[in-house]
Structure formats: C-alpha cells, structure tokens
Nanobody
Framework: QVQLVESGGGSVQAGDSLRLSCAASGGTFSTYAMGWFRQAPGKERECVASISRSGGVTYYADSVKGRFTISRDNANNTILLQMNSLKLEDTAVYYC????????????????????WGQGTQVTVSS
C-alpha cells in the first residue's frame, strides 16, 4: 500500500506560480499511475492532471492546459505539479492520487480509478 504526502500549497496572487510536490512511500512507485485532483468548496473533486507509470503519457483538464505541468521522478518517488499563471478559480484543495497500473503508457483521469489519496494541500489564489 502506498502513502502519499503533498506539499507546496499556499496563498498567492493571480498570475503567480506554485509548485506542488507529492512524495510516495510504501510501494513500488514505478508501478503506479499518478494524478493531481482538486476540490473547491461546494464542487466535485476533479482531475487537473495525470501521468502514466512511465511518465510518457499525460492528461490535463482543459481549464489548466498550457498553465500546469505534471511530471514524475521515479528514482525519488515523487510527482510534481508546476502551476503557472494561477487564476482565482484555481483556488482549491489539491490532492495527489495513485493507482496500480498494468499499462505503462496510460494515464487515468477519473476519481474512481484511483485507490490511494493524500491528505491534500490548500492553494488559495487572490486578486
């Protein structure tokens, strides 16, 4: 079973950048596909980005395309989410998620496809 710990959240102004990190432990990291989700108050949890086991396949929600970049470092059991040009609507709790993946070149974007979740990190964007 894998444990996930997010870090890097905070309060920033619109247009600023943040980088979120997710450290994984307790499993063979390279066998897990990973994702970043977010949940704003009163809204459903949504996938903003995901990455395949190999790192070669990524998915981005339309709302973050061109602004967010997901990456993974299998040697250090870490995934990152680089968030640029932050907008007010990016304010949410951001969660890291993992699932065992049989295919190295597939990413997953549905909440129900993930088995393990971190505790979340708050990102607040103000004007």
């Amino acid at each position: 079973q894998v444990q996930l710990v997010e870090s890097g959240g905070g309060s920033v102004q619109a247009g600023d950048s943040l980088r979120l990190s997710c450290a994984a432990s307790g499993g063979t990291f390279s066998t897990y596909a990973m994702g970043w989700f977010r949940q704003a108050p009163g809204k459903e949890r949504e996938c903003v980005a995901s990455i395949s086991r190999s790192g070669g396949v990524t998915y981005y929600a339309d709302s973050v395309k061109g602004r967010f970049t997901i990456s993974r470092d299998n040697a250090n059991n870490t995934i990152l989410l680089q968030m640029n040009s932050l907008k007010l609507e990016d304010t949410a709790v951001y969660y890291c998620a993992a699932r065992r993946a049989g295919f190295s070149s597939r990413s997953y974007s549905l909440r129900g496809e993930y088995d393990y979740w971190g505790q979340g990190t708050q990102v607040t964007v103000s004007s």
